[in-house]
Nanobody, 114 residues
Framework: VQLQASGGGLVQPGGSLRLSCAASGTISSISSMNWYRQAPGKQREFVARITSAFTDYADSVKGRFTISRDNAKNTAYLQMNNLKPEDTAVYYC??????????WGQGTQVTVSS
């Protein structure tokens, strides 16, 4: 199973980006789809999570980011609005199957700068 993250890029403060993370290969039912990010010199941090029952966000992105999923396509999305320079990071997706198997994507760079 491979996860392919895409949609990153350079955007001005206040702008928007939409990230996608698609799983390929045979994967059992996905329990949760997650986004993390890692800024230069910092530890990887949780951004957002979606399960069949709820969504969850880091306080720093609440009200600006929205996570969604397409189960038929085994794909997660992260709509990011009102981006700030402090959102600059490599964004990683992580899927967890119903049996607890964990898969990470390769990361996509998001740079917020004027």
């Amino acid at each position: 199973v491979q996860l392919q993250a895409s949609g990153g890029g350079l955007v001005q403060p206040g702008g928007s980006l939409r990230l996608s993370c698609a799983a390929s290969g045979t994967i059992s039912s996905i329990s949760s789809m997650n986004w993390y990010r890692q800024a230069p010199g910092k530890q990887r941090e949780f951004v957002a999570r979606i399960t069949s029952a709820f969504t969850d966000y880091a306080d720093s992105v609440k009200g600006r980011f929205t996570i969604s999923r397409d189960n038929a396509k085994n794909t997660a999305y992260l709509q990011m609005n009102n981006l700030k320079p402090e959102d600059t990071a490599v964004y990683y997706c992580k899927f967890i199957s119903q049996f607890g198997a964990t898969y990470w994507g390769q990361g996509t760079q998001v740079t917020v700068s004027s």
